[in-house]
C-alpha cells in the first residue's frame, strides 16, 4: 500500500481544475492537456491539440466541458476563450492518406508527441485523454474520459474538434455530394448512402472497410488488380454509375451494417 497525500489528491468535488490544481501544487506547473479529434471518422483528417493552461484562468473560462457535450456554437465560444487564456497550444493535422499508409493508432500516437512538441512553453506534466503516450520527456498520466474530468484535456478536445469541423466544411466546399458539413466524416446514414451513390472522394480514408467496400460497389474491379485508388475514384474523384446508384446499394450499405473501424456517427466520434 503506497501512502496518500491529501493535498497531492484530487478531490471528487474539485472540479474540472481539480488535477491541474493538484499538479500546481506538486511543483509540476505548467500542465498539458492533449486529445484528438476525428479518429472515429472514415473522412477528413485527424487533428490532435495539446493545451497549457494556468490553473487559475480555468475558472475564467466560460463553457469549458468536452466538445462532444456541447453545441458547435458554444464550442466555438470556449476555442476563442481556450486561445486567449491559454499559455500555449498547437495543433497537428494528419491526412487520410498518412492515416491509409500507416494506420490510425499509429498516426493517433504520433500526432499527440508532434503536438505537445510543438509547444514552446516547457510542461512539467502532461495528461492524456484515454491512454499513456511514452516517449514525452516528462510525467504524464492517462485519464479515462480525460476531457471529461480535466480542464487541459477538456480544452484539447475543443481545439481539436473545432479545428477539424471548420476543414471539414471546407471540404464540403470541395466535395459538396457527401454533406460533410453535417456529418463531419462520420459514419452516418446519410454519409452511407452518399459514399454507395457517388463512391469516395480523395478526402475519404480507405483503411475503412465502408469506404473500400462502397468504391468496389460503384466501381468493380478484379480483386487481384493491384489497388489504385485513382482508379477506383474514377477522373472526377466522385461520381459513380447511375445505374448502379438506382439499383439500392445505398439501402445494402445501410441495412447491411457496413460501418468503419472506429466509432459511428458524430455523437461517438472524438
Known sequence: MYPRYPAYTPRRDGGLAAYESVLARAGFAPVAGIDEAGRGACAGPLVVAAVVLDPASIRR??????SKLLTPQAREEAYDQV???AIDWHVVVIGADQIDAVGLHVCNIAGMRRAFAGLRAVPGYVLTDGFPVRGLGVPGLAVWKGDRVTASVAAASIVAKVSRDRMMRDLHERYPLYGFDRHKGYVTDDHVRALAEHGPSPAHRYSFVNVTR????VN???PMAPADPAELLGSAG???PADLADAGLAEV???SGIGSAGASGEERGE
Open 238 to 240: 466522385l461520381a459513380g
Open 61 to 66: 473560462i466560460p463553457g469549458l466541458a468536452d
Open 83 to 85: 486561445l486567449r487564456r
Open 220 to 222: 468493380p474491379v478484379d
Open 253 to 255: 450499405l445501410v441495412t
Open 214 to 217: 462502397a468504391a468496389d460497389l
